[in-house]
DNA sequence: TAGTGGTCTAGACCACTCC
DNA sequence: GAGTGGTCTAGACCACTAG
């Protein structure tokens, strides 16, 4: 897919992580020591602690000595990055946390769904999900969720009305890279009904495509009240390439 | 400051960033050869190369063979980071920029001050200073903002009116890390009068708290028209520490 | 206590690029 | 051509920690 980097210590990165995205190596797994490696790709062990650190800082990695080296857990680090979990933000605020699945439909790919989930192959087939969550009771967020069966076909059996399309998509698609695009919006209608909202108020609307080696996973809309959320992010003076 | 680091790479690593981050090595200044640095400290070349290694990959530093080692100048590489410079922005956008100064006080800090940047002392000298841009002849975002004169003093003597105040604090302090808030509204009444729009229209409002070293620079609010304004963000899989 | 990662060295060769 | 950073090695010692 990606090719092969000239250096050594890049190359032995590459595969890592890609057993890591593919999930080879799934969360918690235990890779192979640094002499081990050293010695299978028959280069110094200072080459492979180059590679192995920088994924560690990089956070696919959790070390430990004499424990040896662990594919980490992904966590919603970035703010934006948090929204991937609801409830778990709700609950993280000291609010009870619900969900209602208002609707679920197994498609195929058309126009408008192709527009919102760019990169789907047209005519196959996809789950479309709408869901509110509730936040001590009240209507907190709107989601409609669009999920790409060729990518993630175990879907079709899992029961979105118990299980939360959010929460299980981040158990089965770990690490996957995502997009957000952030608008301020007067809400649709339907979203404002079922958010118990008037038409003019202002909502944030949260975007977020989710891409798994070029191919689209996920389309998620959130639409929230905008007395009811705030998104925080926090740059050091620059955090990326 | 900050503690020394126990290793050595960690020591001439912070050493480093402080230099960049006080503005002793202003962007575009040549830094010593890694030989140099070495020498200085003690080290073996190896030792230094992965601190400039790290500085490099984080963006502070660019380096070329033969040319040596010189600070990075920062841009706005994350997508909210953009919004630093508004003009800039527009400009990416084809449209044409311009902008209005509605007023400029010098203060000293009081309760809603020190409220918006907070940690400002109380009773000290800020700037206070409100903006309207315009894109292609028509109002395109309003921006409060706030100055710490104790922590940029040279502040004071600059012309406001044909200065945009962003563009001069990213020159001013090129490195400081920032955090942002971001929440849809409805516009405050002045605010709705200077971007030409009813009171019902959704905005996109961005607050940028800028902090240098544990002490507040500048507090800048913007508000966007929601129709005309996006953010977008993308995320690898976990992109900070 | 034994085994792992963390760090450091002294040297080497190469690639690139400025002069 | 000369000088810089980029990379790699073979070995070493240390710190931490799991068993």
Request: charged share 20%.
């Amino acid at each position: 897919m990606s090719e092969r980097p000239a250096t050594l210590h890049e190359r032995i990165l590459t595969e890592v992580r890609e057993n890591i995205l593919t999930g080879t190596w799934p969360p918690g797994h235990r890779i192979p020591f640094e002499v081990e490696m050293a010695a299978a790709y028959g280069v110094s062990r200072m080459t492979v602690n180059k590679a192995l650190t920088q994924l560690t800082r990089e956070g696919y990695l959790e070390r430990r000595r004499k424990g040896g080296t662990v594919v980490a857990r992904p966590r919603g680090q970035s703010a934006v990055m948090r929204i991937a979990d609801i409830g778990e933000e709700v609950r993280a605020s000291g609010a009870s946390y619900a969900f209602t699945l208002l609707r679920a439909a197994l498609r195929s790919a058309d126009a408008e769904t192709e527009g919102l989930l760019r990169g789907l192959l047209p005519g196959r087939p996809i789950l479309d999900l709408e869901y509110v969550h509730i936040a001590d009771g009240a209507p907190f967020c709107h989601e409609r969720r669009l999920i790409n069966l060729d990518v993630v076909p175990e879907a079709q059996a899992v029961d979105f009305a118990t299980e939360q399309a959010g929460a299980w998509l981040l158990r089965q698609i770990p690490w996957s890279a995502a997009e957000h695009v952030i608008r301020a919006v007067a809400p649709a209608a339907p979203v404002a009904r079922h958010l118990g909202l008037g038409a003019a108020t202002p909502c944030l609307e949260i975007v977020r495509r989710t891409v798994l080696e070029y191919r689209p996973v996920t389309f998620a809309r959130f639409t929230y009240p905008g007395h009811a959320h705030q998104l925080i992010a926090t740059f050091s003076p620059q955090s990326g390439g």
